[in-house]
């Protein structure tokens, strides 16, 4: 079943809203004027009197107060020097079943059970719509005369089914008028609230089909349609970020890779030719040039498990609030084990963050990992109001080479001889952007390198001192 368009949608739901409250109000306002008509008729009946001219006498307007002989004379055509007055006309009923209508015996109004039973008791009135034998519409109200006798009084509603019959035409007319003009209203009102939806689809479908990100979309007001078009602009941006990050990592990690893999072949295409040339390497040769392959091996395999783990499309994992106090001191027993002779000096601060406490432990380690790497003396590891620095006793970093420490697969010029690929300390960057905090690398005091990170700190720090840990081999 094909579903019609959001702005149809919204011009039906306006048109069918305003038809409702029309019609509604249309038949409370039929309603109302008809019963008011029908209010007039029914008291112009109560009256219950007959209005006679005389002939050169003033009119006269009497109750109902007859004789017994008197009922009997009413059924008779009425005297010469009589005229009956346009008023409610008036029919005799008779508890014997039968009844009569003064002068106009041919336009009566067969009488009802409940009609005779007010004759027949002499108590009661009966109200109600009738017609004639004529078929005329006709308003009935039947009072009670005594001696088995009843009087009927009716009046005509043609006049007032004329006027509902006008009145109910006028008002279909209003409301199909209505339905239209709303029907109207709601698609010009579709067409102005949509049109930065529609903004937003064509954006939208642009991406999808060229794959251009840089698609921004205008934002105008705080509306719902503002912060859709804000939350659009916010994922074409990250989206054309990453795609940035992953077109440079490819192009350093192919960098990076070439220089591993021409080494290793250089030595497999030695080992190949000293063997086809009938000279083969002797002992210790051969096993310089194996143990160089061994660690062309070692250093392609940590540089892709580094790629991995900075690259890998990893499902978010829930932030919550953690003691980074306690993350510091799993890293450094985790170090430990991988540096059994090394000496770490701690001072370590409860502090609270909110964060992955996965990833900020792998973020420490890569501090540790890169300090013990460039030292060889023992490693500081202070942590203070959210501020954790990792001091080592190596060479340190020029202040010039300093802000490119934590670029990716950057590593300065006496360090390339070392084992390592240049993104330990990308990842830590990387890691902490993510928790909404700031690296930095700065000289030590006495030589060395201060490297680390700071991180908003939930905790509300007392007055007690820190605790200090020493752990040694």
């Not at 038949?27 to 029908?38: F, I, Q």
């Not at 580094?306 to 450094?332: I, K, N, S, T």
Request: aromatic share 4%.
């Amino acid at each position: 079943m094909r579903t019609l368009p959001l702005r149809a949608n919204i011009a039906l739901l306006c048109a069918a809203t305003v038809a409702v409250a029309i019609v509604s109000g249309s038949v409370l306002a039929w309603l109302a004027t008809r019963h008011t008509l029908r209010e007039q008729v029914d008291a112009s009946l109560g009256q219950r009197v007959v209005t006679s001219r005389i002939a050169g006498t003033s009119t006269t307007t009497e109750p109902f107060q007859v004789q017994i002989e008197a009922f009997e004379q009413l059924c008779s055509p009425p005297p010469v020097g009589f005229e009956e007055a346009p008023v409610p006309s008036i029919q005799v009923i008779r508890s014997d079943r039968t009844s009569c209508s003064p002068g106009n015996a041919g336009d009566q109004v067969t009488p009802s059970n409940q009609e005779y039973a007010v004759a027949r008791s002499g108590t009661g009135t009966v109200l109600r719509d009738a017609t004639t034998d004529a078929g005329e519409h006709v308003r009935s109200l039947t009072t009670p005369a005594g001696n088995g006798y009843a009087i009927r009084v009716t009046r005509s509603l043609e006049e007032v089914d004329a006027t509902m019959r006008e009145l109910a035409v006028i008002l279909a007319v209003a409301a199909a008028l209505g339905v239209l003009l709303a029907a109207a209203a709601g698609l010009w009102v579709a067409r102005v609230v949509l049109r930065p939806v529609a903004r937003l689809t064509g954006a939208a479908e642009h991406v999808a089909e060229t794959e251009d990100l840089d698609v921004p979309i205008e934002v105008t007001g705080r509306d719902e349609v503002a912060r859709l078009s804000t939350a659009f602009n916010a994922m074409t941006a990250r989206l054309a970020g990453s795609r940035a990050r992953q077109r440079q990592l490819i192009s350093d990690a192919g960098h990076e890779l070439r220089t591993p893999l021409t080494s290793l072949r250089t030595h497999v295409e030695w080992l190949m030719r000293a063997d086809d040339r009938g000279r083969p390497l002797r002992p210790r040769e051969k096993r310089q040039v194996e143990q160089a392959v061994l660690g062309q091996i070692d250093e392609l395999s940590a540089l892709i498990g580094e790629l991995g783990a900075l690259a890998r499309d990893e499902p978010v994992r829930e932030h919550v609030d953690l003691d980074l106090d306690q993350v510091v001191l799993r890293a450094v027993e985790r170090a430990q084990r991988r540096d059994p002779g090394r000496r770490f000096l701690l001072v370590v601060e409860p502090c609270r963050v909110h964060g992955d406490a996965t990833a900020l432990e792998r973020a420490v380690l890569n501090l540790l990992d890169n300090a013990l790497k460039f030292s060889d003396g023992p490693v500081e590891v202070e942590l203070r109001d959210g501020r954790l620095s990792v001091t080592d006793r190596g060479p340190g970093l020029a202040d010039a080479d300093q802000d490119n420490a934590f670029e990716r697969f950057w590593r300065a010029p006496e360090a390339r001889e070392l084992p390592g690929s240049g993104l330990g300390l990308a990842i830590v960057a990387d890691c902490v952007a993510e928790h909404g905090g700031a690296v930095f690398f700065d000289d030590a005091t006495g030589g060395g390198a201060r490297v680390g990170f700071e991180l908003p700190n939930l905790t509300e720090l007392s007055a007690s001192p820190a605790r200090d840990h020493i752990l040694r081999s």
